[in-house]
């Protein structure tokens, strides 16, 4: 694992942080699963048990709540691990589940309990099972 400046990692002995990069600023609380080549920018906040297994890359300043649970395998078991895009500015909600292969682009917000199941464009908020686009 490779750990920015100035991060917290809350009770390290009750997550597991592999071959990582965790940027500047971050908080990283107890009871995460953090797999290999995950890149976390600066200043997010990654709270427990969240699930964020190889080939997500998170940009600045995100938030990913409580429970929230990342794929790579749209059909598992595989060899085909798809890349998960998460851009600056983005708010994950509790218990949510981001499918693999999908961007969330710059300033999106994902509502607790939801399922994305494509991609969500810049400034969107969504919600629900398949998170859909709110008004």
């Not at 969240?50 to 060899?79: A, L, Q």
């Not at 969330?104 to 991609?119: D, F, M, P, Q, Y």
Request: net charge negative; charged share 20%.
């Amino acid at each position: 694992m490779r750990q920015g400046k100035n991060c917290t990692i809350w009770h390290p002995e009750k997550s597991v942080l592999l071959d990582c990069s965790i940027g500047d600023r971050c908080t990283i609380h107890a009871l995460v699963w953090i797999g290999n080549n995950v890149h976390i920018g600066d200043d997010c906040k990654v709270q427990g048990m969240s699930f964020i297994p190889e080939g997500v890359i998170i940009g600045n300043r995100v938030f990913i709540g409580p429970n929230v649970t990342f794929c790579n395998d749209k059909y598992p078991p595989s060899d085909e691990l798809l890349a998960t895009i998460i851009e600056d500015d983005v708010s994950i909600g509790a218990g949510s589940v981001i499918l693999p292969g999908i961007t969330l682009e710059k300033g999106c917000r994902v509502g607790a309990g939801s399922v994305v199941t494509k991609n969500v464009r810049s400034g969107l908020v969504v919600a629900g099972v398949p998170a859909k686009e709110l008004n």
